[in-house]
């Protein structure tokens, strides 16, 4: 006990842990500088060396000497009752706190300064990141995707064309996982995510974006809430905080939630009550699917808009908006690992939730037509017609792609010529097919000139798609839509914005981002039996919904 | 360290191409005038394999005569109805045939003809365009075909989507009988006036060598390209015409409302506004950051007003548009019919505030941030390039448009963005109101802001 009491006396103890911490400091600060500035990584274990080797000599000059008013002295020759020893003490103890205090602020740095060196130095010895690269042909090389440990999927593809960076979030939620009281939820969420978070009032997410040069906006499918941010490189931090915080801190303020009730009704009487192609989507489509959530429309039930609750906001937003229900594309002016690193600064505390429930309805086969008749006060009468086809995946859905760009593919196209050219029997006619997660819809609608013999058209549709199925389309046809859609991919990758689109859409709907460079090959893999085939399949009378718009006929309620 | 060979490659070539520093450089082009008058604007780019074209032919929709509005616009759209030796069905599989894109578009000043081809396919673009231009079909049953269905278009956009035909309305109410009130696309009653021998006329009149700028921008050679547009151009003739001159419209000195009668309309579409400034208006710069903070992003004073604060509505802007002549500014937005006047109120209130200053200097900073921020956007494609050169020729612009932009916004000012404020926005008691709405709900409600001239939307002219 007397040597424990005596080496306390001299500080030993206090020197020894001083040494310690400054070690430490001394290895850290002086080893990444000798990094950073290029010195071999052997300069790190020398400097350790030296530290390993003082420590005895420090302790060792603790016990023996003891620092005095008139200099350093031997502990033999100091007159006891004039020691400072205690004062000494606190002097070391003082150093403690400071260096204690550098300690702490170089852990805390590391979350907060990116420029620090320490995480650099670090992270390739302790966690070396495995970057995932491409490995299909035709795929550029420069594209990285990485993964999170909270199952945040994120990509990356730099393009230095521009300074300019574009992001997108594809979250998992949309009509597809509603059901009636939520309908339009997640479109309602895609606006509730600009009003505010804990951290920020309502208009700051927008304000702080835009100050740096920023624009946002987003938009909600069936089955995806995709969030885009387009801004120069100058603001790619200020880019992370703001989506961190809104992923991580979302305030649902009741009386937002009241005001922001008011701008979607806007919203849908612009695009369906005040517009006569919106308001005959929204009940087709619905008349189309009698099981599947696809029958909602995005926009929502006007009732169910009306009356959500704070209660179904809030367990919406922590199901569906938790990271491992995220997929992050970015494109432009980056590299992958400054994405990678300030995702994990950004991101990388969020925890992960349960995921969301799985779909399980399937929509039963249709087994006869279905009609529906919408009058409202107009000359130019409108005419729908869908049928049940494939989910993005579906073998058939490539083929069927093409087959509607023969159909309705511009001003060339078979039915654009027909019925608009020759004939005159329609204003304009087109099409789309939706490539979602579930089997959907290919739709095809029509503008009808005034005064309009709309049973007719139709009869005159219906036997254009059926002779498809009996004499197929020609080689040249099938030629001329493979270029088309050739040239549109070019077109579309041609920017950053389509870049991001591009892959985002091949991971979020075929589960690979390389699944975006694999148009050319199954374009020249698809034939025209293989469409022949498609279109006797899915050009089912008995699959077919049919909606018209038209005026009130005279004497008719 | 991470940008890979590909990259670094990629990064030379475009060096010498558009530059990026406090602002956009534009790239060195190749300017060519042929000995008819034709421009033709050359830039060399290899990143992907496309080439944009833009071919301008001065002259547009402002020319049209007062009973023909729509003319030029029609003449637009019977160029892409067969050409040379095709057919108007010929032409079109041509054009789809190699996967390219072809389109025509009028504007008030301008016939603008816009294309992107594969590069491989760059010669078969030319022919096609130089067939376009030069020896149009212009066929008269395709004529008649087309202004019909331009006719009935009209009425499905007045069922389906009125608020797509509110500026026509907008214009030829604040404007009258200038020719920036003309309706580009025409009116039912115009179109109908419309014979094939006036669409023979104007191509003879009004279409020619000394009105066309050709600009390709893209993946090919310079010297290749340069010689087979100057084979294709270099006979064509002149137009018969002058380039008309226009005189400045007159400003609205007090109040007016139009409203247009949609019954059972369950929203209300407005426009508020007057006449504004040139393109050669001097203070560019400063408008273009107060008509950011005004109405030209989310977080701009209208949208903040009309929906983030109210939910009156889904959205809210305002528009400048800069001709040779002064044009319009118009403040547009729309709300459920109930909130008619409260809205307007709000979109006046905020004309007023920025009227009354209050423009600081971070809102000033976050402006010019927001406005440069985006503006390298706007050249990342070879159309849009093409596009740039051939309009900064068209209206006599040089580079210096594009390069200076970011010193000229760095030097606006406080006091400079307050005074060209006063000088482009109009006050309190010269607001042209333009309303489109159910009349019998509205109309009591909109009397206060000035006398009323009412027309029911099935009229089929826009016009008062």
């Not at chain 1, 939630?257 to 009704?265: D, I, L, N």
């Not at chain 1, 389509?498 to 709907?509: I, Q, T, Y």
């Amino acid at each position: 006990m007397a040597l424990f009491s005596e080496l306390r006396r001299r500080n030993v103890f206090k020197v020894a842990l001083l040494y310690a911490l400054a070690s430490l400091i001394v290895f850290w600060v002086v080893g990444g500088t000798l990094l950073a500035i290029g010195a071999p990584a052997w300069a790190n274990e020398f400097i350790f060396m030296v530290m390993l080797i003082g420590y005895p000599v420090a302790m060792i000059f603790a016990w023996s000497y003891e620092i005095t008013p008139d200099g350093l002295k031997k502990s033999l020759d100091v007159d006891q009752t004039q020691s400072v020893v205690f004062k000494t003490g606190q002097k070391l103890n003082a150093a403690m706190a400071v260096f204690a205090v550098l300690g702490a602020l170089a852990l805390v740095g590391e979350r907060l300064m990116p420029t620090f060196e320490l995480p650099k130095i670090i992270e390739p010895i302790l966690l070396p990141p495995v970057y995932e690269i491409p490995d299909k042909d035709g795929v550029p090389e420069e594209i990285r995707a990485y993964t999170l440990d909270n199952g945040l999927r994120i990509i990356v593809w730099p393009d230095h064309d521009i300074p300019n960076v574009v992001m997108y979030n594809f979250v998992r939620a949309g009509g597809r996982n509603e059901y009636p009281g939520i309908t339009g939820l997640s479109h309602f969420f895609e606006h509730m995510m600009f009003n505010g978070t804990e951290r920020r009032a309502q208009g700051e997410f927008d304000g702080s974006m835009e100050a740096v040069g920023g624009a946002n906006n987003a938009y909600t499918s069936k089955d995806f809430t995709v969030y885009q941010d387009w801004f120069p490189r100058s603001a790619l931090e200020t880019i992370f905080d703001l989506e961190g915080d809104r992923l991580e801190n979302l305030a649902i303020d009741p009386s937002v939630v009241e005001s922001e009730r008011g701008v979607v009704y806007s919203e849908r009487r612009l695009r369906y009550d005040n517009d006569n192609f919106g308001r005959l989507y929204l009940e087709v489509n619905a008349t189309a699917f009698i099981a599947h959530p696809y029958q909602f429309p995005v926009i929502g039930w006007s009732s169910d808009v009306e009356s959500w609750t704070q209660e179904d906001l809030e367990s919406y937003f922590r199901t569906y908006y938790a990271p491992n229900n995220l997929t992050m594309v970015f494109t432009g002016d980056v590299t992958p690992d400054e994405i990678f690193e300030l995702s994990e600064k950004y991101f990388g505390g969020i925890d992960a939730q349960t995921p969301p429930q799985v779909i399980r309805t399937t929509e039963p086969e249709q087994l006869g037509e279905r009609r529906l008749l919408v009058k409202v006060d107009t000359q130019t009468p409108l005419l729908h017609v869908t049928f049940h086809a494939g989910s993005a995946t579906d073998p058939m859905t490539l083929p069927l792609s093409v087959l509607l760009n023969v159909l309705v593919g511009g001003e060339s196209s078979r039915l654009h010529r027909a019925f608009v050219e020759e004939e005159q029997i329609a204003l304009s006619i087109d099409g789309f097919q939706m490539e979602g997660i579930d089997p959907g819809l290919v739709y095809f609608y029509l503008t009808l000139p005034p005064g309009a013999d709309i049973a007719a058209t139709e009869g005159r549709l219906l036997e254009e798609l059926l002779r498809i199925a009996e004499t197929g389309i020609t080689e040249a046809e099938l030629n001329k839509a493979r270029n088309i859609m050739i040239a549109d991919f070019w077109r579309g990758i041609s920017t950053i914005n389509g870049k991001a689109s591009a892959l985002g859409n091949a991971e979020v709907f075929h589960g690979d981002y390389q699944h975006a460079f694999s148009l050319p090959d199954d374009l020249s893999a698809v034939s025209a039996e293989q469409i022949q085939a498609v279109a006797a399949a899915v050009f089912d009378r008995n699959k077919m919904t049919v909606g018209v718009l038209r005026a009130r006929e005279e004497g008719e309620q | 360290m991470s940008i890979r060979s590909s990259t670094s490659c990629l990064l030379l070539v475009l060096l010498t191409s558009v530059a990026f520093g406090d602002g956009v450089t534009l790239p060195a082009a190749e300017r060519v005038v042929l000995a008819n008058g034709t421009v033709l604007i050359l830039n060399e780019s290899h990143d992907v394999p496309l080439i944009g074209l833009r071919a301008i032919v001065r002259g547009g929709a402002a020319a049209d005569p007062i009973d023909k509005h729509g003319l030029a616009a029609l003449f637009a759209d019977l160029l892409q109805k067969g050409a040379g030796e095709r057919s108007s069905a010929d032409f079109a599989e041509a054009i789809a045939s190699v996967g390219g894109k072809l389109d025509v578009a009028v504007g008030l000043e301008s016939v603008n003809i816009s294309a992107s081809f594969m590069a491989k396919d760059a010669s078969f673009m030319v022919e096609l365009v130089s067939d376009m231009l030069l020896t149009p079909l212009l066929d008269s049953k395709e004529f008649s075909a087309l202004r019909d269905r331009s006719i009935n278009l009209i009425k499905a956009a007045k069922g389906s989507n009125p608020g797509q035909l509110m500026s026509s309305y907008a214009n030829a109410f604040l404007f009258g009988n200038h020719p920036y009130g003309n309706p580009v696309g025409g009116s039912e009653s115009s179109l109908a006036k419309i014979t094939h021998g006036d669409l023979i006329a104007y191509y003879a009149d009004m279409v020619g060598s000394d009105r066309l700028i050709v600009s390709v921008s893209g993946d090919f050679e310079i010297p290749a390209m340069q010689e087979a547009l100057t084979t294709a151009f270099g006979d064509w003739r002149p137009a018969a015409k002058p380039l008309q001159e226009l005189e400045a419209p007159l400003s609205a000195d007090s109040s007016r409302v139009f409203l247009i009668d949609k019954p059972g309309a369950t929203q209300t579409y407005f426009h508020i506004g007057n006449v504004g400034v040139a393109r050669s208006f001097s203070g560019r710069a400063e408008l273009d950051l107060a008509n950011t903070i005004f109405g030209g992003r989310f977080t701009s004073m209208l949208v903040t007003e009309l929906r983030t604060k109210s939910g009156l509505s889904y959205s809210a802007s305002s528009k400048l548009s800069r001709n040779a002549q002064p044009g319009s500014v118009f403040i547009s937005s729309f709300t459920e019919t109930s909130t008619t006047t409260a809205a307007l109120d709000v979109a006046l209130a905020t004309l007023n505030r920025l009227h009354d200053g209050g423009l600081d200097e971070a809102m000033i900073a976050s402006s010019r941030n927001y406005v440069m921020g985006q503006f390298p956007t706007r050249f990342e494609t070879a159309g849009q390039l093409a596009g740039h050169f051939a309009s900064l020729e068209a209206n006599g612009l040089d580079s210096s448009y594009i390069n200076g932009y970011g010193d000229s916004l760095s030097s606006a000012t406080v006091e400079s963005i307050a005074a060209v404020i006063d000088a482009v926005y109009p006050g309190p008691d010269e607001l042209v109101f333009v309303i489109l709405g159910d009349a019998k709900l509205v109309r009591e409600q909109v009397a206060p802001y000035g006398p009323i001239t009412e027309i029911s939307l099935s009229r089929p002219r826009f016009h008062p």
